[in-house]
């Protein structure tokens, strides 16, 4: 298994990134395209979301987080990515995925560090456009859960991606409709949707390493 040293960060910050076409690895066929201008067209909400690394047992890790159920939220009960709607008092979009990740899984702000951003991506059901980063933590994060949106924190190894196969294992899920879609089956979590589609970018850059 190809391992990953401490100079993971420096390569990550210097790769090349898949875009669209990492994203359509794991896209639902109903998805539909849309350009950059009917995006705008739409004036979506703003928000981001982190990969925000740390080392354990000598491994890279991520925090997934699987949400609380709300029926308000059309992503309650999901698996994704820590992060949230950009607030006015953000510096940037990168400063909202730290705040949110400080926030939801109790990570001290001032040592989470930002890497990069990946290709934003389009969520119709919500109408929002996410930004996502990659971060690291300098220190070995000690998660406090934030109760009334986090239920449970999953650790993802990053050498996990590894493993992922060209072609995603399809499921249909009452979430999506009743829809097959491509999923990341990690430990019986089924990642789907807009996170899998940014996992799927990250992944991808991981492998060209």
Known sequence: MKSFGKDLLRKIKSAE??????????????????TDEQILGKNPKLAAVNIVLYIKD??????LILRTENERDKHSGQIS????????SDRDFADTAIRET??????EKHYVRKIRELSPIYIPPSNFLVYPYISYTIKNPQFTLQEREVVEIIEFPI???????????MMVLPAAGGHEVPVINFNGYIIWGATAMILSE????????
């Open 17 to 34: 990134l898949g875009g669209a076409n990492a994203h359509g690895i794991f896209s639902p066929s109903y998805r539909q395209n849309f």
């Open 58 to 63: 000598d491994e890279w890790y991520f925090p």
């Open 81 to 88: 990515l820590p992060g949230g709607k950009r607030e006015e």
């Open 102 to 107: 400080t926030e939801e899984i109790g990570l």
């Open 159 to 169: 050498t996990s991606f590894l493993n992922l196969a060209d072609s995603p294992e």
């Open 202 to 209: 990250f992944s991808q850059l991981i492998k060209k390493m």
